[in-house]
């Protein structure tokens, strides 16, 4: 299982802070506030990174074409959620990497025409970059803030390149 990124510790203070629109609030204001969002913005797919984002978006009536989860919250292993999607995929993706597995699978996903769950054995926090540079324009990637809501991104030329340059930053490895 090839790495090919690593964290920097620079890199990890930089992505503590969202990547989009920070939505903060309560689960009932953020659902509310996202609802109004897409009804505006129109996003042509969703993609959820993380448990309870992805838990969240399907209990509200949104269907993502990826959902990223790793059956942890906090870090924290949870219950399994159910989430409906025409395909299961598994890869490894170890905390503060991005496995090159992991990418492909995301790029291999949202270029297909199905649902997609993939569980991660490891950890789901960075693969929000790869999704984000995978992702079609005018589509949102949306991931946990934890402790103050959720991150919307919306995909645009300008917020993969610079998704590509942060990506370029990180340390890389051929190494598995």
């Keep these: 299982m090839p790495t090919k990124y690593f964290l920097t510790p620079e890199l990890r203070i930089r992505l503590k802070q969202p990547l989009g629109i920070l939505i903060r609030g309560s689960f009932v204001d953020t659902m509310r506030k996202l609802?109004?969002?897409a009804e505006k913005e129109?996003?042509?797919?969703?993609?959820?990174v993380g448990d309870t984002v992805s838990r969240n978006l399907v209990e509200n009536g949104f269907a993502?074409?990826?959902s990223i989860i790793d059956n942890k919250c906090m870090r924290k292993n949870t219950r399994p959620i159910k989430l409906a999607a025409d395909e299961t995929v598994?890869?490894?993706?170890p905390q503060g990497t991005i496995t090159d597995e992991a990418e492909k699978t995301i790029?291999?996903?949202l270029q297909g025409k199905h649902s997609v769950k993939m569980i991660v054995d490891g950890e789901e926090d960075?693969?929000?970059?790869p999704?984000?540079?995978s992702a079609t324009d005018n589509s949102f990637v949306i991931y946990g803030q934890p402790y103050d809501g959720i991150v919307v991104v919306k995909i645009t030329p300008e917020k993969k390149a610079e998704i590509?340059?942060?990506l370029k930053s990180m340390e890389t490895s051929s190494k598995s």
């Design 64 to 66: 993502p074409k990826l």
């Design 107 to 109: 790029t291999n996903a």
């Design 42 to 48: 129109k996003p042509l797919s969703i993609v959820a």
């Design 35 to 37: 609802r109004e969002l």
């Design 131 to 133: 999704a984000i540079v």
């Design 164 to 166: 590509k340059a942060i």
């Design 126 to 129: 960075l693969l929000a970059l």
């Design 90 to 93: 598994y890869v490894k993706n």
